[in-house]
Nanobody, 119 residues
């Protein structure tokens, strides 16, 4: 199993920035990719960004529009999500997740970190 712990959320004014972190532990050798998802109040959870655990391949949702940057530190088993130019529409619980090698879906999820953007 892989355990994930997110941090870095909080209350921020519109236009501000946040960096979310997600630390993985456990069977990290099985990680193929890590992703960030978010769930706004009353809405379904949606994909935000993902990064392969090796190499430089990243993926972003269309709505990101250059404001989000995903990165990783393999030595720390940690993935980051830098969010700039925050808007109230970015208010959501942000979750990180792990996709294991040989798997098609994200099977391990963190508990989420709340991001609230005030106007």
């Amino acid at each position: 199993q892989v355990q994930l712990v997110e941090s870095g959320g909080g209350l921020v004014q519109a236009g501000g920035s946040l960096r979310l972190s997600c630390a993985a532990s456990g069977r990290t050798s099985t990680i193929y990719a890590m992703g960030w998802f978010r769930q706004a109040p009353g809405k379904e959870r949606t994909f935000v960004a993902a990064i392969r655990w090796s190499g430089v391949t990243t993926y972003y949702a269309n709505f990101v529009k250059g404001r989000f940057t995903i990165s990783r530190d393999n030595a720390k088993n940690t993935v980051y999500l830098q969010i700039n130019s925050l808007t109230p529409e970015d208010t959501a619980v942000y979750y990180c997740a792990v996709r294991q090698s040989g798997m098609e879906s994200y099977d391990y999820w963190g508990q989420g970190t709340q991001v609230t953007v005030s106007s």
